[in-house]
């Protein structure tokens, strides 16, 4: 793409910082009201440079303005002729727009196209962590949504819950179930902000022993699993098993009027019984 071409691009992504305050965005567990829907716009909304990005600053057919420099720690960058520019709190466009005022101010060129480009994202980032594809740092070059960074980190585990905890500095945690990410509105699926963290637990288990083809640990991962879906997960009953002979011990009881529909909790070890021959 062409610098022309690239300053028209940042230009449609528009203005501004990820501003929308995380409790205005994000939504709560089912059971509470429908959140605020983002700010119209938010999603096109441009990065702001910061320090440690790296940035390339030139004016079209003038060989002797290119400068390619990281931003300081005090935000500026020193650009020729101009010496130090001040690029922190800029998207791209503006940085550019400011760059092509002092030129003009200072008469070096009569009308110069300023192009500003982003070449490496380093002040900007998402944490990722807990039972994702990949945990770590996530740069972000735009604002995007929760399901757009869990996608780019490689989804959820199967080990994993059945909920993402979305926390911000100085507001108290969301949790946002990721049904309502997969099927919802976009109302379902706030947008994040640069120093966000996005964790997802490791799930709960339950227990299945017995005359089961597939004995072991389970994760609670999805949810109303009922005994006809933990059987199935199993890979069904032995051969010498009975999906009627099932029993749920809770915290060291048993449960009465156990059946196939019944819900399974965290902790719950279920047995199942042989059949009679």
Known sequence: MGRIQSLLVAFAMGLGAFSQPLAAQATQPAAAAPATAPAAGSVNDGYQIGPEDVVEVDVLGQGDFHSRVKVKADGTIPLPYLG?????GYTAITLAQAVTSRLRAAGIYA?????????????????????????????????YRLSEI???????????????????QGQPEVRVPFENLAKGTEQDDPMVQPGDKIFVPKAELYYLTGAIKSAGEYPINEPNITVRKAIARAGGVAANGSENKVKIFRQGREIKRVNQETLVQ????????????
Request: charged fraction near 15%; hydrophobic fraction near 45%.
């Open 84 to 88: 130090s520019v001040q690029a922190s």
């Open 111 to 143: 009308d110069p196209v300023v192009n500003v480009e982003i070449v490496a994202y380093a002040s900007r980032y998402i944490i990722a962590l807990g039972e994702v594809g990949s945990t770590g740092i996530v740069p972000v070059d735009r604002a």
């Open 150 to 168: 869990l996608a780019r980190v490689g989804g959820i585990k199967a080990s994993g819950t059945t909920y993402v905890i979305l926390t911000r």
């Open 266 to 277: 965290p902790g719950d070890s279920i047995v199942i019984g042989e059949r009679l021959f």
